[in-house]
């Protein structure tokens, strides 16, 4: 398999599940704003619509979309941990991972997509605290380990991956505590030091 990613984007959560199904695949870097690979293909004619991650399988057959490409790889996982096979557990899953794709990525893209105004800016920051706050609360009341059950999960990868993008927006997480904790939890897993290591995002 081959990931195609930019640095720190969404691409990132799809790296480090990779890294827990611990199989072979190739990076292939993809700068967003020429739309070039760093082999100095043409984005374009892999994935036409221009964003990361996109996931080659096999030759030829792209897999596009964190929604999709997480379950993917997350079944592949040989000590069946990363997603229920089935059932409540799966459903979970996917649950949260809509809600992170369409709620609280939008939220932060948001800040990514040209100059904001005072006023925009504002509206923005109160859309990422208002979802991180029904996140938080959640985790409040929750008595697993992690977003699902007690086993980490892609939904995990990819809110660690998003609530990363506070860093670059000047978003202050400290009063989401919960958040915060699991976090910190995930950030341990070799499978994300490696995944941030090898994207050049360790100092």
């Avoid at 996917?94 to 040209?114: K, P, Q």
């Amino acid at each position: 398999m081959k990931l195609y990613y930019s640095p720190g984007a969404c691409s990132l959560a799809a790296h480090i599940i990779l890294n827990e199904i611990n199989v072979d695949f190739d990076l292939e870097r993809v700068d967003l704003k020429t739309h070039k690979t760093s082999k100095g293909a043409d984005y374009y004619e892999i994935n036409p619509k221009g964003y990361v991650p996109a996931l080659e399988i096999n030759p030829g057959l792209i897999l596009t979309e964190n929604v999709a490409i997480l379950p993917f790889l997350a079944q592949h996982d040989p000590k069946q941990d990363l997603i229920p096979p089935s059932g409540m557990g799966r459903a979970k899953v996917l649950e949260w991972l809509g809600y992170l794709n369409s709620e609280l990525h939008d939220a932060y893209a948001v800040f990514f997509t040209g100059k904001l105004t005072d006023d925009e800016k504002t509206k923005a920051y109160a859309e990422v605290d208002r979802l991180l706050k029904y996140i938080d609360d959640y985790l409040a009341g929750w008595d697993c380990d992690y977003l699902v059950d007690d086993n980490f999960g892609p939904a995990d990868a990819y809110l660690f991956v998003l609530t990363n993008w506070s860093n670059h927006i000047e978003h202050d997480l400290t009063p989401y505590i919960h958040i915060v904790a699991l976090r910190n939890k995930i950030a341990e897993r070799q499978s994300v030091q490696i995944a941030m290591r090898d994207e050049g995002l360790l100092s």
